[in-house]
């Protein structure tokens, strides 16, 4: 089955500054890539996400890139803001399976 | 619209005993997951119904976990009995068919269950 890293565990970033958070995948087959963000108590909710066709996406302060060929996948989030603070999660998607990473915990510090 | 529902949100159960979460999908969602969550991790799938039918369970520990999903709307899924490691979140998404296979995953809050 598939596999899913995802670097850092934790992440402490100023406001305002930018961050970013690594994936990497097994199953070159996977084809569809969301990012989701859960706040505590709550389920997670997606943010963005990406196809295997496209290299990268971008939603106001919020952009995903691909590499296919070297199987990763990250997250970039700028000009960050205390609310952006909550644990970020990513996924790859195999033949309709969801496989999750093991969730990054971002905290922006005011 | 009205996202995906779940109940209980919290459950304390002494273990050996049964314990059931209850799951209602987004109106039209015809496919429907349950995921367990444990403390720091990423959620894990335990089955995917399409409709009323189980098409991937090979993730349900079928011993003690059952799961249904009558006339392909609610969903329950049951523990029993309960173990300690059983202590986890317990999150139900809802996702539409789309054409190229891409369905985005809408969560419930999830039930948090402690098993004592």
Redesign the interface.
């Known amino acids: 089955g598939e596999n899913v890293e995802q670097h850092p565990s934790t992440l402490s970033v100023q406001e305002g500054d930018s961050a970013v958070i690594k994936c990497t995948y097994s199953d070159s087959a996977s084809n569809y890539f969301p990012w989701y963000k859960q706040e505590l108590g709550k389920g997670p909710q997606l943010i963005i996400d990406i196809r295997s066709n496209v290299g990268e996406k971008k939603d106001q302060r919020i952009a995903v890139t691909l590499n296919k060929t070297a199987k990763h996948f990250s997250l970039h989030i700028t000009e960050t803001q205390p609310e952006d603070s909550a644990v970020y999660f990513c996924a790859a998607i195999t033949r309709n399976q969801f496989y999750f990473g093991t969730g990054t915990s971002l905290t922006v510090i005011p | 619209e009205a996202g995906?529902v779940q109940s209980p949100r919290y459950k304390i159960i002494e273990k050996k005993q049964p314990v059931a979460f209850w799951c209602n999908p987004i109106s039209g969602h015809n496919t429907l997951?349950w995921y367990r969550q444990n403390l720091?991790?990423?959620?894990?799938?335990l089955i995917?119904y399409e409709n009323e039918e189980a098409v991937?369970d090979s993730q349900l520990p079928k011993d003690r976990f059952s799961a249904e999903r009558l006339k392909g709307v609610d969903s329950t899924l049951k523990i029993q009995p309960a173990e300690l490691g059983d202590s986890a979140v317990y999150?139900c998404?809802s996702s539409q068919v789309s054409v190229g296979?891409?369905?985005?995953?809408?969560?419930?809050?999830?039930t948090r269950l402690t098993v004592l």
């Open positions: 995906v997951y720091g991790q990423g959620p894990e799938l995917r991937d999150l998404a296979g891409y369905n985005e995953q809408f969560f419930g809050p999830g």
